[in-house]
Every structure is written in C-alpha cells, then in structure tokens.
C-alpha cells in the first residue's frame, strides 16, 4: 500500500465520522504532540538496558502508539496540502 492510498483510507475515516471540522493545523499538531508524548512515556526514566529490554517487551504497544503519530502526520501533511 502507498503512503498516497494509506492517506485515502485514513480521510475516509475522518470523513465518515465529519471530524474535518475539527481539524485545522494547530489542533492536528496538537494531537500528533500529544501521542508523541504518549511514545515518550515508554522510555522515560529508563536506562540503556531498561529501553532494550522495553522495546523487547512491549513491540505492540509501540507500534500502536507509532501508529497514532503517523496517522496524525498523513492528516497534517494533508490539511497543509504536503
């Protein structure tokens, strides 16, 4: 799948629920801050072994807040028209 068709898939998403009307550019950045945050949160107050061991560990819950934050950046790039 290309980014350009991952991008459809998620504007049908946002369009089928009507939530275009709530996103201008600095709401989407905010969003996209707030799931950085959330990845943030798997690695604070870990040492090198700590973060290894996590990643290790928690792959899904990673990947899923991953997720999040690329799905508010195709939103962004989309609204800004990059």
Known sequence: ???EEV???ILKFRDDRDWKQFHNPKDLTISMSLEVS???EHFQ???KEEMEKHV???KKELS???ADIFYWVLLTSNELDI
Do not use: C, R, V
């Open 64 to 66: 899923e807040e991953m």
């Open 1 to 3: 799948m290309t980014i």
């Open 7 to 9: 991008q459809k898939k």
């Open 56 to 58: 290790k560990t928690h």
């Open 38 to 40: 959330e990845l943030l």
């Open 45 to 47: 107050w870990k040492n």
